[in-house]
Nanobody
Framework: QVQLVESGGGLVQAGGSLTLSCAASGRTFSTYTMGWFRQAPGKNRDFVAAIRKDGGSTYYADSVKGRFTISRDNAKNTVYLQMNSLKPEDTAVYYC???????????????????WGQGTQVTVSS
């Protein structure tokens, strides 16, 4: 069982930057693949980025590749999403999620994630 709490969302102008954080409870954070997803109004919850348990491998959605960076600090039970060069189309509620399973290509889907945070709103103005 793990509880996730996101923070760091807000309003930013296009071209700006934000860093989201997701703090996890419990002592087993390092055993979870961590992912970030986002959901815009009226749309599906889409994959953004994922990071392996040891931080040694990552996946990114094509739409954020080169602009967003996922990282984790297992000593602090926290995963981060650094977002640069933000665009209005990045506006969404951002969710972090924890996957206890192995590191496979499936981490780019919602399927393997057992635990989800409550989300944090990111709004990018043009």
């Amino acid at each position: 069982q793990v509880q996730l709490v996101e923070s760091g969302g807000g309003l930013v102008q296009a071209g700006g930057s934000l860093t989201l954080s997701c703090a996890a409870s419990g002592r087993t954070f390092s055993t979870y693949t961590m992912g970030w997803f986002r959901q815009a109004p009226g749309k599906n919850r889409d994959f953004v980025a994922a990071i392996r348990k040891d931080g040694g491998s990552t996946y990114y959605a094509d739409s954020v590749k080169g602009r967003f960076t996922i990282s984790r600090d297992n000593a602090k039970n926290t995963v981060y999403l650094q977002m640069n060069s933000l665009k209005p189309e990045d506006t969404a509620v951002y969710y972090c999620a924890a996957d206890p399973g192995p590191w496979t290509i499936l981490v780019i889907s919602r399927t393997p994630y057992d635990y989800w945070g409550q989300g944090t709103q990111v709004t990018v103005s043009s």
